[in-house]
């Protein structure tokens, strides 16, 4: 092929790929994927293509094969799981991300991406509340982040305890112990074992109906033995919303010398609301906070904060050197010193485009929009008879539990969730604390109280078509 039809071969398929992106959100779309992984194998599958094919075409292919397998969690229906909603800014600085091909490893790579990071983690800091000298990764998710800022407090509380974690690695260092709630969201249990922490080490504390750590076990757990400690606490729990006391932790953990690390994948935003900000009071006061800009922010994925104190900690547990790796004294930000990774996607671009189209208001806005139209949801069905909303509801997340004499609640509830599953609505069941709940996450940009009023309409109307058919047919 001559340059010229390979340029406009290329620009066909980047052509086909904006337009079809400029409709997508404004059709109508399934909100469950239509095809199983039979047909999506099938789509996706065949032989292994030996020569090549004409790149328009396969993106046709690709569109043609992708669709019946896509979830709509960017359409307000969906209330699954706690996921953002990709928002149009954030797709069109992501597409620019990927035109563009930067390499976010060092400044040279890339000054525009580095710099991009800088700012927006600037912003980050100021909007959130946590302290300006902080220092600020941006890594694929919650899970990521806080496995860096994880690192990170293994690295420092080694330190203190005259151990080199650097030259020394585990071997004959001070037992760390971990304290985190039996109610902790599993990621951080993957990074405590990436990093090296068997269950041994971690001691599980039992928490209140919301999962928040029970203070008192905390308190006498953490001066039983002065071994390095490491405690982990939530702002936003997975069910419930709920915070940890976590103003109440820190002043147990500062003055023993613990690290505190705060697992506030989508409850740090409820920092940019003024009215909730006492929820979060004295949360400024951890060590490090592990969040996602593709939660709440609607920042396309993959884009997790790790957010640490103690800067000099955080660099030295991501540190990479080597000869190649320029850091001149001219130079910017090197984003590779802040995660795990060296070469990687430009990820500040998105944040730092979506930051700058919400503002501080902006966000708080979207925030407490959500937070009120959880409240509005559960206050709704909190007066209907056999539908318990079991957790208080301060955040966006919802968790309701069905039930009637006559029949089984594991199984009401399943039903519910099988009712509500149709073209407008996409819920999922979970197990917490050995019942089966309908989970609802209020946390879709385009949610709001008209959706939520007529999702409300439709559980009451489920359940009373539930019971119905267990008077007809009791268990
Ligand atoms: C409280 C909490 N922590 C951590 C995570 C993990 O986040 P990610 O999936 O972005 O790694 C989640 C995800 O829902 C979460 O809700």
Redesign the pocket.
């Known amino acids: 092929m001559k340059t010229g039809d390979v340029r406009s071969a290329a620009n066909a398929a980047l052509a086909l790929a904006a337009e079809y992106g400029l409709t997508w959100r404004d059709r109508v779309r399934p909100i469950h994927p239509e095809g199983d992984a039979g047909s999506l194998r099938q789509a996706f599958g065949g032989p292994t293509p030996e020569t090549g094919m004409p790149q328009d075409a396969v993106i046709a292919e690709l569109i043609q094969a992708a669709e019946p397998g896509l979830v709509g969690n960017t359409q307000p229906g969906f209330h699954a ?2 996921m953002g909603g990709s928002s149009p800014v954030g797709v069109a600085a992501d597409w620019l991300t990927s035109v563009w091909g930067q390499n976010a490893a060092i400044f040279q790579c890339s000054p525009a991406a580095a710099t991009a990071e800088e700012a927006a983690a600037t912003w980050l800091l100021d909007i959130l509340g946590l302290p300006r000298d902080a220092s600020v990764g941006f890594v694929t ?3 990521m982040a ?1 496995f860096t800022c994880l690192a990170a407090a293994r690295d420092e509380i080694l330190r203190r305890a005259g151990h080199d974690f650097a030259r020394d690695g585990l071997a004959g260092s001070p037992a760390i112990r971990v304290l985190i709630s039996e109610d902790t ?1 599993v ?1 951080n249990l993957a990074a405590l074992r990436y990093l090296g922490f068997g269950s041994a080490q971690i001691t599980k504390l039992p928490g209140d109906s919301q999962g928040r750590i029970d203070l008192a076990t905390l308190a006498q757990t953490l001066y039983t033995d002065d071994a390095p400690t490491i405690v982990i606490a ?1 702002a ?1 729990h ?1 069910n419930s919303g709920a915070f940890d006391y976590i103003g109440a932790i820190s002043e147990m953990t500062v003055p023993r010398g613990a690290w505190l690390h705060v ?1 506030a ?2 409850g740090l935003w409820a920092r940019a609301v003024p009215e909730l900000s006492f929820r979060t009071a004295g949360l400024e006061r951890a060590d490090s906070w592990s969040t ?1 800009a ?1 939660k709440w922010l609607q920042v396309p994925y993959d884009s ?1 904060v790790a957010i640490v104190r103690h800067a000099e900690a955080h660099r030295r547990a991501m540190d990479v050197t080597a000869g190649y790796l320029s850091n001149a004294p001219e130079d910017g930000r090197n984003p590779t010193q802040y995660g795990p990774e060296l070469s990687r996607r430009a990820r500040g671009f998105a944040v730092w485009a979506v930051l700058k189209v919400l503002g501080r208001e902006g966000v708080a806005d979207l925030v407490r929009r959500h937070c009120n139209g959880a409240q509005r949801l559960a206050n709704r069905l909190s007066g209907i008879d056999g539908i318990h909303v079991l957790n208080r509801v301060t955040l966006n997340q919802i968790a309701l539990r069905f039930e009637d004499a006559r029949g089984d609640a594991d199984a009401l509830t399943a039903a519910v969730e099988a009712g509500l599953n149709d073209a407008e609505h996409f819920v999922r069941t979970a197990e917490w604390r050995g019942q089966r709940i309908l989970r609802l996450s209020v946390i879709e940009d385009g949610t709001d109280d008209a959706a939520l009023d007529r999702l409300a309409m439709k559980i009451e109307r489920v359940w009373a078509e539930t019971k119905q058919a267990l008077k007809r047919h009791p268990d």
């Open positions: 799981w706690v998710g919650a899970t806080g969201h990621s939530t936003g997975i697992d994948a989508f996602d593709h997790g």
